[in-house]
């Protein structure tokens, strides 16, 4: 009988132990923040003070982009803003958002930035990494 009632007292106190654990758990999530929203990033391309990571996600996001229309990955993913960067994103501007209201100016700004987030790689892309860093509406 008192082996029932230490083993009874014991897988009491592991139960609340884990009790607690789960609960500092789900604590410690409600307490951990979200990345920034990406309304507040920086427009990337000619004059602005372009953020070397910004810069990459936007040569990754087109690298992904571009394989989906038959191109081998046009852009060295090096954060680097230049003239190749620049006639990429005038290339996604042009042929591959179809948009009306956007103007194929070669600036990452929202709406190219929001549109590149969401038809690049969704590992980075969406609201992934890339989302603090690139210009977007959403």
Not at 104 to 133: F, P
Request: charged residues 15%.
């Amino acid at each position: 009988m008192a082996t029932k009632t230490g083993k009874s007292r014991r897988s009491g106190v592991l139960a609340k132990m884990a009790g607690v654990t789960a609960g500092l758990a789900l604590l410690t999530v409600g307490t951990v923040t979200q990345a920034q929203a990406s309304p507040s990033a920086g427009y990337i391309g000619d004059g602005y003070a372009n953020n070397t990571h910004g810069v990459w996600c936007v040569q990754h996001l087109l690298n992904d982009i571009a394989v989906d229309f038959g191109y081998n990955r046009p852009l060295a993913e090096d954060g680097i803003w230049g003239p190749n960067t620049r006639a990429w994103v005038e290339w996604y501007q042009r042929s591959v958002l179809f948009l009306d209201h956007v103007t194929v100016d070669g600036i990452v700004g929202k709406e190219t930035g929001g549109n590149l987030l969401l038809g690049g790689d969704q590992y980075y892309g969406g609201t992934n990494y890339c989302y603090s860093y690139v210009p977007s509406k959403f």
